[in-house]
């Protein structure tokens, strides 16, 4: 058996702006050691990930990819601002933008670097749930709960998320046929498991936090989201959009008034809560039901800027992620384009661990906060 919590020490180096680092080696030959010097010289951004949940469950879909996962650190340190820097905008923003850019991409079967992009995304969504219980307890309001609910992980919260990892990596691995009835079959689902209700309650949320619910002494960016309930999958941010979001609008667009296009079959369904419209409104308002102020266990009111700004920006990039995965599952579906399919089918497996790994944080009453640290 494996030990049930990761408990390395990930002792990141990222050079900081402007220095390539061990990169450099690559100049030159009689250069190595002289390079080498120079990068080990510079001051580095370190990564110290604290103990998290690592079951075997996990370790059949997940691959731990240190060397990925410092190249990461490395990029991030040189394309953000120093005063910017955050394990939880690295974690929770900067690496599912990576992770993503790379799914979302028409594929054919089979991907090696899947099983590390899972693990990732693992981390991404854990740490961002124990992020947002630990601003919970900072920034209570009269009538939150105190100490806060919570349980130790264990395997068995992880086997539903595995189950449903699983399921997509057959498909994705599957036949063209498999790859597309996937695809149309993840726009419907359970709560937060169908891409139009998940990507309808978290519109919901977003709406909600920037408006009746944010806290009362930070400044909500005026049009941050603008969304249209009553159209699907529609949306715009004042943040930088992920380079393929445009790209599977344009797609799904295309798909809706192709000949022979499946599109206004698969929106519609069998009519009234099963058209894609009446999933994706019920999600919205569910969305911003459950982030009212009234409930104090989700209550925001007394966050700060930082952490409402560090709220936002996961958000908004968590609900990018699901609109251009949705996008592209419509528009696979609707004209049978297999390659498509499997963009969609991967990018879903991705948001599995994203928002179940988050939820398993969010209840972790021994939870740690990542560092970033200088060396």
Known sequence: MHNHISRRAFFIGAVRAGVTGLAATSLSRTGVLGS????????????????????DNLRTVMTEDIDLLDQL????????????????????RY????????????????????????WLMHLAGYFGGVWLRDAFIRFPVP?????????????????????????????????????????????????????????????????????GSKPTNAMAPVGYFIYNPTLL?????????????????????????RPGSRYAEIVNGVGGADSLLAIQSSGVARGKATWQPQNVFLAIANYDQPTYDLLLVTS????????????????????GNADWARAAVRSNAMIVP????????LFDNTGQLPTFTMV
């Open 36 to 55: 080498i010097a120079v990068a080990q010289s510079q001051p580095r951004l370190r990564l110290n990930l604290p103990p998290y949940p690592f079951f």
């Open 73 to 92: 650190v490395s990029a991030y340190a040189r394309t953000t601002p120093l005063g910017g820097h955050d394990p939880i905008d690295f974690l929770s």
């Open 95 to 118: 690496v599912p933008v990576y992770v993503f850019e790379q799914t979302l991409r028409p594929s054919e079967p089979g991907d090696p670097s899947l099983s590390t992009l899972l």
């Open 143 to 211: 009538g939150s709960p105190n100490p806060r609910p919570g349980f130790l992980p264990n395997a068995n919260s992880f086997n539903a998320i595995v189950t449903r990892i699983n399921a997509a990596l057959t498909a994705f691995n599957g036949n063209d046929a498999g790859a597309i009835a996937y695809a149309e079959g993840s726009l419907r689902g359970a709560q937060l498991q169908g891409l139009t209700d998940s990507y309808g309650y978290n519109a919901g949320y977003l709406d909600q936090i920037l408006t």
């Open 233 to 257: 999958f529609e949306g715009t941010y004042a943040v930088e959009e992920i380079r393929p979001l445009d790209n599977w609008r344009r797609h799904a667009e295309q798909a809706a008034s």
């Open 316 to 335: 908004a990039y968590f609900l990018q992620c699901i609109q251009a995965t949705g996008l592209a599952a419509l528009a696979a579906s609707a004209v």
């Open 354 to 361: 994203y928002g179940g790994s988050y939820s398993v944080g």
